[in-house]
């Protein structure tokens, strides 16, 4: 492998983690994670975060994750551009897809205790919460894999230009977001 090979295959193995925030506004609503309740008088999670738009979100980017592995298990790359062989193939997209939505959900927690409302803009956090997410979930149960591909060799690289790309990409599908009536603000 290159090193723009490296780079590229950590973005494409990256996309289970970067699809569920998106899909999320796409099957967000009915009632909240938190159904309502609050805590020292500020909201759990908060309106934003429901049970819809985490399973639906974390469901999305699994069944992507899932075409992946298919893919590269019939192109026979799943050393380079997958997620290693079966079954552990089907754990890691399994902790990127949900460890992002659970980071999504703590990082609204951690919003609320600030005292932020819902939507209100929280720099860093609201970008890298997913991230944080996946990667401490695929950091317990497929730690090696997460070494392989992101932090040995031209690995760093990767991980470098993925924390570049994050940004870019979560400014442009909220801004997509709020064109299609999705969200009330444009971040
Ligand atoms: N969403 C959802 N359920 C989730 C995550 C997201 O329904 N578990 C939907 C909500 O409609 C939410 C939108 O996706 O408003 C955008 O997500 P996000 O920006 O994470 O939520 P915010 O509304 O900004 O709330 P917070 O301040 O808690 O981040
Ligand atoms: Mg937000």
Not at 20 to 39: E, M, Q, R, T, Y
Not at 154 to 182: C, E, M, Q, T, W
Request: charged share 15%; glycine share 16%.
């Amino acid at each position: 492998m290159t090193g723009l090979e490296t780079v590229l295959a950590g973005l494409w193995l990256m996309l289970p983690t970067l699809i569920p925030n998106s899909a999320a506004v796409l099957f967000g609503g009915g009632p909240p994670i938190d159904l309502g309740k609050s805590w020292r008088g500020r909201r759990i999670l908060g309106d934003g975060k429901t049970w819809r738009g985490f399973f639906g979100g974390s469901f999305a980017g699994m069944a992507f994750g899932l075409v992946q592995i298919g893919v590269t298990e019939d192109l026979g790359v799943t050393d380079t551009w997958g997620f290693g062989s079966m079954p552990w193939s089907v754990v890691v997209v399994i902790c990127l897809a949900f460890g992002a939505m659970i980071g999504d959900s703590i990082g609204s927690f951690i919003k609320r205790r600030l005292g932020f409302e819902r939507g209100h803009k929280a720099p860093g956090l609201d970008q890298f919460n997913f991230v944080i997410g996946a990667f401490i979930v695929v950091l317990i149960f497929q730690p090696l894999w997460f070494a392989k591909h992101y932090i040995e060799g031209d690995g760093i690289y990767a991980l470098v230009v993925f924390l570049i790309v994050v940004p870019i990409l979560h400014r442009i599908s909220n801004i997509i977001g709020y064109k299609l009536g999705k969200k009330d603000v444009p971040w």
